[in-house]
């Protein structure tokens, strides 16, 4: 049986080009072939898929080389190209190296020469297996790897046991400019998975290989579905603490309104799956997500859909700490200003401090935040608000902001009485300062919020172009000194 592949497609087999071609096409260039199943001189033989394909063989019973070039050209027109895509994401830590020569051509020996890689020290870190890179494919920004892992094991089915040898192939795409890893294993474990990414962290650096797991919290999901400018067809919740989980199929326009929906998108359950439809690259996918750093699609699909995923889902990734938990980030806070607090009293504040949080957000903007969007767009808005107060660019703001939004943020005074506490704490200024910068923190999130009409990744991008602005005058201020 051939091994699955996704990123080493190199040609199809009669049956795969047969299955990737719609009845309508089939039909339409072998529907003369269809005759050749007729069971009598006067039947017509029907005119469908089964048949038009049944017909083609029987014409070309001993000549093979026949039957291809027809399939092959049918397939080349109106075939679908590539594999399903079913891959796990890694990131390999500090990886900031380049394709020099010298990796590149240690590549090649290992392919050319069919060296094993156990026996290889400065690459093998306790591997068990024997493991072979079969092929690599070079491209400006990634590097894709097919490893061949030979496992001996006994099979006792025989009538008398012996040994054999289990074959496992393992395909990987590197993205070197940022050290993400896409991992193809549909038939390996986790540990064929760390070997191989070991592997290839130690051909770029000879030691202390490290990586990590891709792991999506909710925010990030929903962050990637925009980026995507996919529609959510069927969100899946989950509870830690109640190991409580609720799957909505069907989601759309139409049900949005449903009262268990409204619930469900409304609790503190978190989204840890996300199946949306998406056009990408030319494509129209199915595209399902997973919390932990999972993509998936069902239909036939080139690598290139991938790589556009990922260009979307690394900014996502790689820009976390816009996503990181405000219910958590309040009570740590709380804690730190009430000593000795109770928990639900910590809780009833940080409700009253969300409460206005959503109320700023909503307000003036021209379109309503549904199911998960208006906490995302909180969560975002939240930890930019962090950040202002931890980078002192707070202090950049400038006072036109606020005499424009004065009038809105004024009346927000759990959010006001929050971020001044949180400012006299951790930035020594005095009440009436930290009160001062509060507002204007405020109605600079809400202008964030107004000018990008609640559009979370249009949040993040006016906000990275101001801090950009404001390196370039510090800079020129500098240089004129």
């Given amino acids: 049986m051939a091994s ?6 190199e040609n199809y087999s009669i049956k795969e080009m047969e299955e990737r071609i719609f009845a309508e096409d089939f039909i339409k260039v072998f529907k003369g072939y269809a005759a050749y199943v007729s069971d009598g001189e006067d039947e017509e033989a029907e005119i469908n898929k089964r048949n038009c394909y049944r017909g083609l063989i029987a014409a070309c019973i001993g000549d093979e080389s026949r039957l291809i070039t027809e399939m092959e050209r049918c397939f080349n027109v109106y075939g679908r190209k590539g594999d399903r895509l079913n891959v796990k994401l890694f990131v390999l830590e500090d990886f900031n190296f380049t394709l020099l020569d010298d990796i590149k051509n240690r590549m090649d020996d290992l392919v050319n020469n069919t060296r094993n890689i156990k026996e290889i020290d400065s690459l093998s870190q306790g591997l068990n297996d024997d493991i072979y890179l079969e092929a690599t494919e070079v491209s400006s920004n990634k590097i894709d790897f097919k490893f061949k892992l030979e496992q001996v094991f006994i099979n006792t089915d025989l009538p008398i046991p012996a040994e054999e040898i289990k074959t496992i192939h393992i395909e990987c795409r590197l993205y070197i400019n940022t050290g993400i890893v896409a991992v193809f294993n549909p038939h390996g474990t986790a540990t064929h998975t760390k070997n191989v990414l070991s592997i290839i962290h130690l051909l770029f650096k000879g030691h202390s290989p490290r990586f990590y797991e891709v792991n999506l919290d909710e925010a990030q ?5 925009l980026r995507l400018n996919g529609q959510v067809s069927s969100p899946k919740f989950t509870s830690t603490k109640d190991e409580l989980r609720i799957d909505i199929y069907g989601l759309n326009q139409g049900n949005q309104e449903n009262p268990f929906v409204k619930f469900v998108g409304d609790s503190q359950l978190e989204i840890y799956e996300l199946t949306m439809t998406a056009v990408i690259h030319n494509h129209n996918c199915t595209v399902k997500l997973n919390s932990d750093g999972k993509i998936q699609i069902e239909t ?13 889902l690394d900014w996502v990734i790689f820009t976390k700490n816009y996503y990181n938990d405000y219910n958590e980030q309040l009570d740590a806070f709380i804690k730190q200003i009430n000593r000795g607090s109770l928990e639900a009293l910590r809780k009833r504040k940080i409700k009253r401090i969300v409460d206005e949080f ?6 003036h903007i021209q379109r309503n935040l549904i199911l998960k969007e208006l906490k995302l767009v909180t969560t975002i808005i ?10 002192d660019n707070f202090k950049h703001i400038p006072k036109e902001t606020f005499e424009n939004g004065n009038e809105t943020v004024s009346r927000y005074n759990e959010l006001t009485d929050a971020l001044s506490k949180f400012m006299i704490l951790n930035k020594g200024l005095n009440k009436s300062e ?24 249009k949040i993040i991008d006016s906000y990275e172009e101001w801090l950009k602005c404001q390196t370039q005058m510090s800079n020129s201020i500098q240089q004129t000194r």
Avoid: C, W
Avoid at 4 to 9: A, Q, S, Y
Avoid at 358 to 363: M, Q
């Fill in 300 to 312: 036939f699909v080139t690598p290139e859909v991938l790589d556009s995923i990922i260009l979307d």
């Fill in 358 to 363: 959503e109320n700023l957000i909503t307000t």
């Fill in 434 to 457: 930290s009160d001062e910068k509060a507002l204007y923190i405020l109605s600079y999130l809400h202008s964030l919020v107004v000018e990008s009409n609640g559009d979370g990744v």
């Fill in 382 to 391: 939240f930890n930019i608000g962090i950040q202002l107060i931890d980078s």
């Fill in 4 to 9: 699955k592949t996704f990123f080493f497609r």
């Fill in 221 to 225: 999901l929903i962050m990637i579905n």
